[in-house]
């Protein structure tokens, strides 16, 4: 008997210390806040960096050219574009992989259930935008009436987690479908009005990109990285067709399965059948490796299907993009040279102020107008714990632009006065939002539920 289970020798003093403290920072990085916290730290570095003696070094590092080729072929993008247009098609996956999720057993499931989130985001998209309009009509800054329309998840997210437990779990669910409604709206926005004259060719190799996934989904190839190079052919066609490519991720984010591939017995079955072959197989003194290979391979295989497609892009990708792409993505895009932003112009005036009210004001007024006038009309009912002051809370926290409202104005606006107004503006009103929406989320809520818990 001692043979066949011998004791396990004792584990090394700094093997159980570093499995501690990487188990410690594994659950410091599920903290919905701390991505929201990196996001504005690399923001504000980028601000320092682009205000400080170096500042010349911030425009020259993103603009360096890497450049990348097989035999005589070569590109020579910046970093810039690499992290624009490259890195941000791995955030627009995971945001279509949401979106893909939420179709299917989330809040865009039915009707019913999308009515009120619909109708909000849509009035926290028109509102802004007609605020917008009202200081820019008729000027060359009126390109950039998009910018102040969109959400950001992560930092909004964040910020509401800030606010604790004190926050009815139904405000959380409406933020989400809210913003991700929001992204939904500006990915049309983008592909719209901010795209060129089309170059059908280029259509044609994204639909080919396109077909291929297909195939793969078809022939049950669940390996991610299969899908590499069918999803740069997508990219790449889109880039050709005057489309910004990375439209490209949301494209395959909604194309990815919300079902694991037909099997012949389920994932589960699978793993308790090969886990009892593998204890049989093991308890025997001298097994051959050989003969543990094949339930291995199974094992291995039945573990990736428990989770459908969906959510392992989420689970697989959410901290590579929470921790490192859009923190480069604001590392390289909120770096706004105070000296470079001249407000004494008018057209840059106009610009700052109709993105920080439509915002700031424009973003909750349109929320709460359209829930209002949707509740009343009876065309939907406020969610189960969610009051007029939770609907209020959403709205502020959905004035926070950042990556999003950052992205459009930089399709939106060629000169770079203009660009630098906008920004400063999305960083400024983002600011607000968030302190408003915490100051708004502790006074209303906070004593409700210190209340409870002294109650109970």
């Not at 950052?406 to 968030?434: G, M, Q, R, Y």
Request: charged share 10%; aromatic share 8%.
């Amino acid at each position: 008997m001692s043979d066949r289970n011998p004791t396990p020798p004792p584990i090394p003093r700094p093997q159980i210390l570093t499995e501690r403290a990487l188990s410690a920072v594994e659950r410091f990085f599920h903290i919905e806040a701390v991505s929201g916290i990196v996001l504005l730290l690399a923001a504000i570095a980028a601000l320092i960096w682009a205000n400080s003696p170096a500042a010349d070094s911030y425009e020259h590092f993103w603009h360096t050219q890497v450049t990348l080729g097989i035999g005589a072929y070569s590109v020579s993008p910046s970093l810039h574009f690499l992290v624009n247009d490259g890195l941000m098609t791995v955030f627009f996956l995971v945001v279509g992989a949401e979106i893909r999720q939420e179709i299917k057993d989330g809040a865009l499931a039915n009707l019913r259930l999308a009515t009120l989130p619909l109708g909000a985001a849509l009035g926290g998209v028109l509102m802004p935008a007609a605020l917008y309009l009202a200081f820019n009509h008729g000027s060359v800054a009126s390109t950039g009436w998009a910018v102040p329309t969109a959400t950001d998840i992560a930092f909004a997210v964040g910020v509401l987690a800030l606010l604790g437990k004190s926050i009815p779990s139904g405000v959380r669910v409406l933020l989400l479908a809210l913003a991700i409604i929001d992204d939904i709206v500006a990915i049309l926005i983008i592909a719209v009005f901010y795209t060129a004259s089309l170059d059908y060719l280029g259509l044609v190799v994204a639909a080919a990109g396109v077909l291929l996934v297909l195939v793969l989904q078809r022939m049950g190839v669940g390996k991610a990285y299969a899908y590499i190079v069918p999803g740069a052919i997508v990219w790449f066609g889109l880039l050709k067709t005057g489309v910004h490519p990375t439209l490209a991720g949301v494209l395959l984010g909604l194309m990815t399965p919300v079902a694991s591939k037909p099997m012949t017995e389920r994932p589960l079955d699978t793993l308790q059948r090969t886990l009892h072959e593998l204890v049989d197989r093991f308890s025997h003194r001298g097994a051959d490796p050989q003969a543990v290979a094949e339930p291995l391979k199974q094992l291995r295989h039945a573990q990736r299907e428990v989770l459908p497609p969906v959510q392992r892009v989420q689970m697989g990708l959410h901290p590579w993009v929470a921790y490192v792409i859009m923190p480069l993505f604001a590392l390289a895009n909120a770096g706004v040279s105070l000296s470079g932003v001249d407000l004494s112009e008018s057209v840059s005036q106009h610009v700052f102020l109709g993105v920080m009210l439509a915002l700031v004001l424009g973003k909750p007024l349109g929320v709460l107008l359209a829930s209002v006038v949707l509740v009343k009309l009876k065309v939907c009912a406020l969610p189960e714990g969610v009051t007029w002051r939770g609907v209020t809370l959403v709205g502020l926290l959905a004035g926070i632009g950042f990556t999003m409202s950052i992205f459009i104005a930089a399709l939106a606006f060629a000169d770079p006065a203009l660009l630098s107004a906008a920004k400063l503006s999305v960083l400024a009103a983002s600011t607000l939002a968030a302190v408003l929406g915490v100051c708004w989320g502790k006074a209303t809520f906070g004593k409700a539920y210190a209340a409870q818990r002294h109650g109970a």
